[in-house]
């Protein structure tokens, strides 16, 4: 059975506190960071590890492109480009940006898969506006764009065997503040946000397995951040958009989050407006008293949460990734795109 509480580890190993901590039933997920991360074969050890203590257990990572990925050049991944670089392309050249966008939602899901991650937690569909910390992770500065953009990306993640995850509902990127390290308002009316910055998730509702609130209080709307919002969550995303998805907290650990109280109100809040995972990262003693604040409430939905499922190929790893033709191709793709935005 899948629990409620997504958490991490300190190190590439697991430690003793950390096998203690999986067998817990409430703890459903897992995320790796880059600290977790050595080498794909290191990576796929570290998973299998994880498996035989917990086999019913997601595992997820942020790997979008450009500057937020876990999985690095350095250890022995493909390099992907930020997705602003993609809209970019596209007001020239649509067709081959869309084929880029395909290429690299195809290799990232392939590559993460072959480590045994489940999924990454992608894509941004958040416009590139004022947000300090969306920007270039965005595709574009409008829906028009971004729609066709992350459609093709998403196709390519689903041709892997990766499920989708869309970020951050209703929109972040409308908004100053960086939400991991300060409270996030929004000013606007619920006509404006719909009007703009929902286009997106809207469009691309058939696309996406998985939604991830916002940290932002729309504070015209609602007085809750969206992920702890009943008016965002059951209102709009459940009822309005009929969203039957997987919905994911973002990070309780973050600073726009602690208006709801300590770990364990975070995580009773986010469940109770009607998400179906919390996430806790970074923060080991905050992880334990959110899991001590979920242990009289029920388990999630399970059919819901296994498509979050990743098709992981039954491989063995021993030393650089090899995963055959269509990945050779690929990462050849990507690699010139890459060199040609680099002179």
């Known amino acids: 059975m899948i629990g409620a509480l997504m958490l991490d580890v300190a190190g590439t190993t697991l430690c003793s506190e950390d096998i ?6 409430q703890v459903g997920g897992l995320i790796l960071f880059a600290r977790n991360i050595e080498s794909p ?8 590890h994880i498996r035989q203590i917990r086999p019913d257990i997601l595992i997820a990572v ?20 930020a997705m602003g670089r993609l809209g970019k ?66 196709q390519g993640m689903k041709q892997a065997g990766m499920a989708t995850t869309g970020k951050h509902f209703p929109g972040h990127g409308s908004v100053k503040a960086d939400s991991h390290v300060a409270a996030a308002i929004d000013s606007r009316s619920f006509a404006e946000i719909e009007a703009h910055d929902m286009q997106t998730f809207q469009a691309l509702m058939p696309e996406l397995d998985a939604i991830m609130p916002a940290h932002v209080i729309y504070e015209n709307v609602d007085a809750h951040p969206a992920g ?13 958009l009929g969203f039957d998805g997987v919905l994911f907290s973002d990070d309780l650990s973050m600073q726009a989050a602690c208006v709801a109280g300590g770990a364990d109100a975070r995580i009773q809040a986010a469940l109770h407006a009607g998400c179906d995972m919390g996430l806790v990262c970074n923060d080991r003693a905050a992880a334990c008293i959110a899991l001590d604040g979920l242990k009289d409430l ?8 296994e498509k979050m499922r990743g098709n992981i190929p039954h491989i063995d790893i ?24 680099s002179t």
């Open 228 to 240: 702890f919002s009943p008016f965002w969550i059951q209102q709009i995303l459940r009822q309005k």
């Open 89 to 154: 392309l596209y007001q020239t050249q649509p067709t081959q940006a869309l084929q880029l966008a395909t290429t690299s939602g195809w290799l990232m899901a392939t590559e993460v898969l072959a480590v045994g991650i489940d999924f990454s937690f992608a894509p941004v569909l958040d416009i590139d506006e004022i947000s300090d910390v969306i920007g270039d992770r965005a595709f574009a500065q409008n829906p028009h764009d971004i729609i066709p953009l992350a459609r093709a990306f998403m």
């Open 20 to 25: 203690e901590l999986l067998q817990a039933p």
């Open 41 to 48: 074969a290191q990576v796929r050890t570290l998973t299998n």
């Open 318 to 341: 021993q030393q650089a990734l090899d995963l055959g033709q269509q990945w050779q191709h690929a990462k050849a793709e990507i690699d010139k795109f890459l060199q040609s935005i």
């Open 298 to 305: 029920a388990l999630p939905n399970q059919t819901r949460l």
């Open 62 to 81: 942020d790997q979008e492109g450009g500057r937020v990925r876990r999985l690095k050049p350095e250890h022995g991944f493909s390099p992907l480009p």
